[in-house]
């Protein structure tokens, strides 16, 4: 079956510093790859996707690029914020899974001032 | 304005009581899903209804009845309610085709005394 591993937290990092969450998957066709984001107290929110090899999605200042040939989606973000502590989550959905997103365990990020 | 709203936010109820959770969305959305949060932030899929269709059942035991009166709305049925059921359900919605993002609902806190 498909499965999503990305990197354990908890991550702390200083302002301004250089985040990276490893994610990588498993899956037995060709999945869409996401990045969803939960603040504090709140839901999931889309951070980014890619659909296929290649594609690097961003928002935010974060990226993220499919790569097929190491079956990762890595997030990254040049210089965080205090605002950008949350939980990451990378996801994965395939249609012939009925398109259910498979998550990770999720990554939290702790940014300090 | 809320794309996707969960009732109640909060439930905090005693074993072997039933309870409801429901959830609607405005976005014109073909397809529902229920994701369960467990304490360590564990996201798993639940169920998943197409157009008042279910077409996911994952190995949920059958105290949870998911119903969906019309493809704007899946709420969630608990019988018996169970100490391990404590945790945050999600509901959320994609429209069929394109890129399958799903939009989450704020959540449920589920709490079984």
């Known amino acids: 079956g498909n499965s999503v591993t990305q990197m354990e937290g908890p991550v702390t990092l200083s302002e301004e510093a250089f985040l990276t969450i490893n994610c990588t998957y498993t899956?037995?066709?060709?999945?869409?790859l996401f990045w969803y984001v939960q603040y504090p107290g709140e839901g999931l929110q889309l951070l980014l996707k890619a659909t296929k090899a290649d594609d690097k999605g961003s928002n935010k200042g974060f990226e993220a690029t499919y790569r097929k040939e190491t079956t990762s989606f890595h997030l990254e973000k040049g210089s965080v914020q205090v605002s950008d502590s949350a939980v990451y989550f990378c996801a994965l959905s395939e249609k012939a899974a009925g398109n259910k997103l498979t998550f990770g365990g999720g990554t939290r990020v702790l940014v300090k001032p | 304005d809320t794309a996707v709203s969960q009732t109640p936010k909060y439930l905090v109820t005693q074993m072997g009581n039933d309870k409801s959770i429901k959830c609607e969305q405005n976005?014109?959305?073909?397809?529902m899903y229920w994701y369960k949060q467990d304490s360590k932030k564990f996201l798993k899929i639940m169920f998943s209804y197409n157009n008042k269709e279910l077409i996911i059942n994952e190995t949920v035991p059958n105290r949870f009845s998911p119903k969906s009166p019309d493809k704007a709305h899946l709420n969630l049925h608990i019988n018996s309610l169970e100490l391990g059921d404590s945790a945050v359900y999600f509901c959320?919605?994609?429209?069929?085709?394109?890129?399958?993002?799903?939009?989450f609902g704020p959540g449920t806190r589920l709490t079984v005394t």
């Open positions: 899956a037995t066709g060709y999945p869409s």
């Open positions: 959320a919605s994609s429209a069929r085709g394109g890129p399958l993002e799903q939009y």
């Open positions: 976005l014109g959305h073909d397809t």
